[in-house]
């Protein structure tokens, strides 16, 4: 379980946090929701238009396809636990650069730190590149198990939502993503 009092006091400075240009127009910083005791740990880029209106991560279009592919894993809100790479809006939904990633690294690692996920999923290349540090392609990041740091944990990539909004032919492949997640969960 996680320490819901640490967890809270991180959650309490992430809300005052202003080590970056975007605390200078954010309307609301996006810390992350579902179920911090959950085991599937989900990371996304960083929040959109309507993430930072209402200060919930993936409540947009995005967001309602990241839904229908927890269905398909029979999974839902209340069993992952998702967050982002950066906690506030990038101007534009631009791409968070890297002096705000690097600020909000601190962050991020606690959160994963804090709720000691067994599986982490980077839905696409921002995520993938901060965590695993690499500037590798998605095609081939995609489709093999990826180890947090030095520890154990898996980590797949899977493409965002938002990319699969903008190419729907690429849906389809989504199934293979969640095929290797349930051949490392075995079903669970
Ligand atoms: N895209 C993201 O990466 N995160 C959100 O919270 C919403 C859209």
Same mark, same amino acid.
């Given at each position: %379980? #996680?320490?819901?009092?640490?967890?809270?006091?991180?959650?309490?400075?992430?809300?005052?946090?202003?080590?970056?240009?975007?605390?200078?127009?954010?309307?609301?910083?996006?810390? @992350?929701? +579902?179920?911090?005791?959950?085991? =599937?740990?989900?990371?996304?880029?960083?929040?959109?238009?309507?993430?930072?209106?209402?200060?919930?991560?993936?409540?947009?279009?995005? @967001?309602? =396809?990241?839904?229908?592919?927890?269905? !398909?894993?029979?999974?839902?809100?209340?069993?992952? *636990?998702?967050?982002?790479?950066?906690?506030?809006?990038? &101007?534009?939904?631009?791409?968070?650069?890297?002096?705000?990633?690097?600020?909000?690294?601190?962050?991020?690692?606690?959160?994963?730190?804090?709720?000691? &996920?067994?599986?982490?999923?980077?839905?696409?290349? #921002?995520?993938?590149?901060?965590?695993?540090?690499?500037?590798?392609? %998605?095609?081939?990041?995609? +489709?093999? #198990?990826? *180890? *947090?740091?030095?520890?154990?944990? &898996?980590?797949?990539?899977? *493409?965002?939502?938002?990319?699969?909004?903008? !190419?729907? !032919?690429?849906?389809?492949?989504?199934?293979?993503?969640?095929?290797? %997640?349930?051949?490392?969960?075995?079903?669970?």
């Amino acid at each position: %379980m #996680v320490n819901q009092i640490k967890f809270q006091a991180l959650n309490s400075k992430c809300i005052e946090c202003k080590k970056c240009s975007l605390s200078l127009t954010r309307k609301n910083v996006v810390f @992350g929701r +579902g179920n911090p005791n959950s085991k =599937l740990f989900v990371i996304g880029e960083g929040p959109g238009q309507q993430e930072d209106e209402q200060g919930v991560a993936f409540v947009g279009r995005a @967001g309602k =396809l990241l839904n229908e592919i927890l269905f !398909s894993m029979k999974l839902s809100r209340d069993n992952v *636990y998702i967050t982002n790479t950066v906690k506030c809006r990038p &101007p534009e939904n631009r791409n968070p650069n890297s002096d705000e990633i690097n600020s909000c690294s601190r962050f991020l690692d606690r959160q994963i730190s804090l709720i000691s &996920p067994n599986i982490i999923i980077l839905l696409g290349k #921002v995520a993938a590149e901060r965590l695993m540090n690499t500037p590798e392609p %998605m095609s081939t990041l995609r +489709g093999k #198990v990826h *180890y *947090y740091k030095n520890t154990d944990i &898996p980590m797949l990539v899977f *493409y965002h939502p938002a990319y699969l909004l903008r !190419s729907p !032919s690429e849906k389809s492949k989504v199934w293979d993503d969640i095929l290797l %997640m349930k051949s490392i969960t075995h079903g669970s």
